[in-house]
């Protein structure tokens, strides 16, 4: 895949590691690019951490796949935010959200705290290159958070449908819960890391930066739930 900047710059995605871009220049990038940040000034990096009210562009990427037929939350309810993460291989990549306004904020705060520590998260790009599919984007360890849903086997809507839940690295932070009696594992492919004692890096334990950032945010963390436990969770109660 390739991306243009209004410089005219046409590189395959990955190259753009290497090229001295502009904040402007970024703000055209595609999700999953990855930049060179090495050495840039704390203005540079500000400018990479934004948000903005749904575009018509946006809004074409979204319609009939996270904002369904019938879903009715004003779009001028729900913000597109673009982050900066660290990947697994510890190379900077850009990423994006959309989520309620009323958290907007508390996610751009909590992604550049992330991003400052160097904390790794594996993708982060609209759950509508999935086609709305919550398991094919949970397969691939994509984080992500408003998906107009309902809950996993119920008629309930998900806090996803207001955009005030994320998933975070969810293949390794699985939902575990039980359904007529059997354990189910969401997703089916993160099934290995229902074993929490296992030595995984990407553990949301409660103990890791992320987890205590989204806690001091007033997010509650699904892997704290009674019933179930769903570790790649955090969602927040709008009053």
Known sequence: MTAETETGTDLPREDYFTAPLTPEEVAELPAGTRIDTEGREESFLAACFTEA????????????????????????????????????????YIGELVV?????????????????????????????????DDNSSMADNNTSAFNYRTVNGTTTLSRHSL????????LYNPWIYERDGKTVIDPPAGAEYADRTLDCPYYLTGEDLCTRLFLQHGFTWGGNWVGSKDYQHFSKEIA
């Open 53 to 92: 009210q749904i575009s018509d562009t946006i809004f074409a990427e979204m319609k009939g796949r996270s904002y369904k037929d019938d879903c009715d939350v004003p779009l001028t309810d729900l913000r597109y935010c673009r982050v900066l993460y660290s990947g697994f291989d510890g190379k900077t």
């Open 100 to 132: 309620s306004a009323q958290i907007s904020g508390d996610i751009l705060e909590i992604f550049r705290a992330l991003y400052d520590a160097q904390y790794p998260i594996g993708k982060m790009v609209l759950v509508d290159e999935y086609g709305g």
């Open 163 to 170: 955009g005030l839940a994320i998933d975070i690295i969810p």
